[in-house]
């Protein structure tokens, strides 16, 4: 008899803790409308060219905006996922002086190449606190697909010139149209009422696979970048 209620004791408590986790983990989700802007470079690997092509490769600014659902998996840990729009790519610049009527006029040429993403992340957040204002990391993967993409002629003279951009055919086989990307991020969430709070964070992200590879050249290329970034966020 007492073997039978220890036994329903610990199945009752054993439920009831099961329970709570559920409710735990289901009792909050959030909608977060995303927007992030920063600098996207590039790595270059292959023999014989880095030397010669790595003092010409610059920068270029990446931006992203889209929606992202996050999931409570506990008190303090959370899923996110998500669709994302995002465009980052890299710049090829020289400059040189241009002797006109015996003045040294600086002109400067660069190719950007520029893809368009669409992506969907998977990370795992943590919350340092349960209420009020919540810092907060984050870390995990991005799959992007390339939709499109362009490079675009540029002169910067005395007077600048942006020429007609020229598309890419993404179905060459020397562009990789998939992106796999480790992500990682901090920031802090600042409520405004009792469903809705603005976030606002840094990111960094770094691509696992080359978005160009040429064999034949034996170069690879692959992006990554420091992002800063804005959301506002509802509780449901």
Do not use: C
């Not at 439920?15 to 909608?31: C, K, P, R």
């Not at 610059?58 to 996922?81: C, D, W």
């Amino acid at each position: 008899m007492t073997t039978n209620v220890s036994f329903r004791i610990l199945g009752a408590a054993a439920s009831m803790f099961i329970l709570g986790l559920y409710d735990e983990a289901t009792a909050q989700s959030n909608v977060t409308a995303v927007a992030s802007v920063g600098s996207t470079n590039i790595e270059l690997t292959g023999a014989g060219i880095l030397d010669i092509a790595d003092p010409y490769i610059k920068p270029v600014t990446q931006y992203t905006a889209g929606l992202q659902y996050e999931r409570n998996l506990s008190r303090h840990f959370a899923l996110i996922t998500g669709a994302l729009y995002s465009s980052r790519g890299f710049a090829v610049k020289e400059e040189f002086d241009l002797n006109i009527l015996g003045l040294d006029v600086p002109i400067g040429a660069s190719l950007e190449t520029r893809l368009n993403y669409l992506e969907a992340p998977l990370m795992v957040k943590y919350n340092f606190t349960e209420k009020g204002v919540t810092p907060f990391i984050k870390a995990g993967a991005s799959a992007a697909y390339a939709l499109n993409g362009k490079i675009t002629p540029k002169v910067n003279a005395l007077i600048n010139w942006t020429l007609p951009s020229i598309n890419i055919n993404l179905d060459n086989e020397i562009y990789n149209r998939f992106d796999l990307s480790a992500i990682a991020g901090a920031g802090v969430s600042i409520p405004t009422n009792e469903i809705g709070a603005f976030q606002f964070e840094v990111s960094y992200r770094h691509s696992l696979n080359n978005m160009i590879q040429d064999n034949i050249a034996n170069l690879g290329i692959k992006s990554h970048g420091f992002a800063v970034g804005i959301g506002y966020t509802l509780t449901f």
